[in-house]
């Protein structure tokens, strides 16, 4: 007589490593967390935390480090400013002021030292405990029109393990992710993942299939973390102990092929302003308006762009 596998536990949980010091965007980060940069009206983690919160993600873990006491304030009650506000009837930028601290229910923890990606989800283990557990970068912006993370927790169900967002990217880019060797599941979109490089050469790189900001990680991750000595960078790399998972047939990965933003990159930042802000309804119809003037100002001088 077969026994029945027991159902896969329920993810409630996430984390997102917010310890960064955002060198690439110096000297904006200098004093604020590149978390923190605006993207439109709301800061880059605050999307984050949307996506874990829509997906059913209700306690959900900062992995901070110095001077990121920002982080916390803006996920935190602002009494005096709710107050003037509700003062004035303001109630549409009382609620703006609200939303961040109604997500979820939000903790904070110091990573110490920026000892890595691995490092920073090893610090999540006494608060995340024996369940499974999401994770998502800040860096990484996925549309919210797109259900990535639902899907990703479905497959989780489905196959338990440790579950990796994968898109595929230029062969010349590979070397900018880690790089997953997968074979087919039989399943349209689900792979299982047999092997992970982290950045490779193109030449050395075993697929097109990079690893994006979105993991849905078993707490075998924990034990593995632990004995990871430092990898590539002299960081405890996440991507080295999800291979030795992946050998053990206990990852797959959900290709995503949806829109996703990289606020991680100058260009790419802009980029994603620019997107979002011509999605919104209520700058959108004037902010395309403009842009279209503007570029259509390319092939008129330099003066009509400055202006």
Not at 75 to 86: P, S
Not at 87 to 115: C, N, S, W, Y
Not at 202 to 230: H, K, N, Q
Not at 241 to 263: N, P
Request: charged residues 25%; aromatic residues 6%; contains cysteine.
């Amino acid at each position: 007589m077969t026994t029945p596998r027991r159902p896969a536990p329920t993810v409630r949980k996430a984390v997102v490593p917010a310890a960064g010091l955002g060198t690439r965007f110096l000297p904006a980060t200098k004093a604020t967390p590149k978390e923190m940069l605006p993207v439109v009206d709301k800061p880059a983690i605050q999307y984050v935390v949307e996506e874990a919160a829509a997906a059913g993600l209700d306690d959900v873990l900062m992995v901070t480090g110095r001077h990121k006491r920002a982080i916390e304030d803006h996920f935190d009650n602002a009494f005096e400013l709710e107050q003037a506000l509700a003062a004035k009837g303001d109630t549409v930028r009382l609620d703006a002021v609200r939303d961040p601290a109604r997500l979820a229910d939000i903790h904070h923890i110091r990573q110490g030292d920026p000892l890595g990606l691995g490092h920073a989800v090893l610090c999540a283990r006494h608060h995340v405990g024996d369940q499974p557990f999401a994770v998502l970068l800040g860096d990484d912006l996925i549309d919210a029109r797109e259900n990535l993370l639902s899907e990703m927790l479905e497959v989780r169900e489905r196959y338990e393990g440790s579950v990796v967002a994968l898109m595929e990217v230029p062969r010349e880019q590979v070397h900018l992710y880690g790089c997953a060797a997968v074979e087919p599941t039989g399943e349209d979109g689900v792979v299982r993942v047999t092997g992970l490089v982290e950045k490779p050469a193109p030449e050395d790189a075993p697929s097109r299939y990079a690893v994006i900001g979105r993991y849905v990680l078993d707490p075998a991750v924990f034990g593995v973390l632990e004995r990871t000595p430092p990898g590539r960078g002299g960081e405890i790399q996440l991507t080295d102990a999800l291979q030795e998972l992946a050998a053990g047939g206990t990852v797959h990965g959900v290709v995503f092929e949806g829109l996703r933003y990289d606020t991680g990159d100058k260009a790419d930042y802009l980029r994603t302003v620019v997107r979002l802000a011509c999605a919104r309804d209520d700058l959108g119809p004037e902010f395309r308006a403009w842009l279209a003037e503007f570029v259509a100002g390319f092939g008129e001088g330099a003066g009509r762009l400055a202006a």
